[in-house]
């Protein structure tokens, strides 16, 4: 069968799914209803079986899910039983806060190398990965077999070295710049923009704490 | 006017049309059609005119948009036109990071106290802020006007911590525990899951890359 066009919305919503359920698991749980996950996600149950119906909805309705079989199936899904190495490009506070994640790790996300441009950098380590020189990036991106590069670099920067790990054939950037990257078609991008996010908090302090005030501002 | 309800998925893509609006203010550009943003941003004409439309339009259709103007309106919108005092739960790698990131000080968020559980940490600083025990989180948000927390702790403290926030009578925590918080109406929670992020990231990279494969995974 194939598998048709999901959106964003709903992919964007597995990984908490995934998350839930294995803490299930882990809880000891075996079965539960969608109207249980809904209860505990905060979630409609409604939406819950329309999501996963872009999957061929995963069990029988009114017994409920099993709950290892799902986590696992959503684990498949999401490509969590591959390997994928990364790198890290940018050894700064963020890029080492990541390198030493080790929950990546136990998703099958393999940290291989990382890379800066700062001299003082470069021979300092991570978890034992040595920072290595920016020039040596292409390189040990094509012999190390790496899918994911992870940008943790300031807005400037991010530009030309996405252009440099799309000619090494780079799969994936995970982009923590302040900057939208144009790639081909085929290699995936996923922003994580920490200003966008603190500004929607702001926007939800001044519309949930004054609305009286909030409406002024807004018009 | 009364300020109507805005959806999330609207306020979550008024972050990016401020980043590219305050880029073009830099640029020295004065006016922009819905139809060169759209190709700047990549998004259709229509759907910025009906974003823009929640909060009465911004400017005339044909004539195109004053670039400072829709910049400074956005900008109140978000709330960015205020002080917002933050603090920063967890001096790990992530803590500091963000602690050090400057940008966020231009758009109005203070960095103004750094908890830490770990006795090695307190008394080390972060921009001159220096990391205090947890003991003293509580006290130092109702005496210092916070107005958010953010949480860079692991899962299982981040609960608790969010419980003892709330009787501060915090505004908003901004959360990067993978976790998610029950916190009463009115505190606004943003969550940065990043292994949700690459989860996604991971999704893409199976189905971007090989669909003959990813259809046998999926079903």
Redesign the interface.
């Known amino acids: ?3 048709k066009e ?1 959106s ?1 919305a709903v ?2 919503r ?3 799914y ?2 839930y359920l294995g803490e299930l698991k882990d809880q000891g749980v075996e079965r539960i209803s969608s109207q249980d996950l809904s209860g505990l ?2 979630v409609t149950a409604s939406q819950i079986r329309q999501d996963f119906n872009n ?2 909805g995963f069990g029988q309705q009114g017994y409920g899910y099993n709950v290892e079989y799902l986590y696992n199936e959503i684990g ?7 390997q ?1 190495n990364f790198i890290i490009v940018g050894a ?3 890029g ?3 390198g ?2 080790l ?2 790790e136990r ?3 393999i940290f291989r190398g990382m890379f800066d441009c700062n001299p003082e950098l470069v021979g300092t380590d991570v978890r034992g990965i040595a920072v290595m020189p920016m020039e040596e990036m292409e390189r040990f991106v094509r012999e190390n077999n790496i ?2 590069a992870v940008l943790t670099i300031p807005k400037a920067g991010a530009v030309p070295v996405a252009e440099k790990l799309v000619r090494t054939g780079i ?2 950037i ?1 982009n923590f710049a ?1 900057v ?1 990257l144009n790639v081909p078609e ?1 290699i ?1 991008v ?1 922003n ?18 004054n ?1 009286a005030e ?2 002024e ?3």
Do not use: C, T
């Open positions: 069968m194939e598998e999901i964003q992919i964007g597995l990984p908490r995934f998350r996600m905060k999957f061929g498949k899904i999401l490509g969590l039983d591959r994928h700064g506070n963020l080492r806060a990541l030493n994640y929950n990546f998703r099958g996300f899918d994911i799969r994936a995970w302040h939208d085929g995936q996923e994580v923009h920490l200003s966008d996010s603190l500004m929607k908090l702001s926007y939800n302090i001044r519309k949930g704490q609305p909030a409406a501002g807004g018009m």
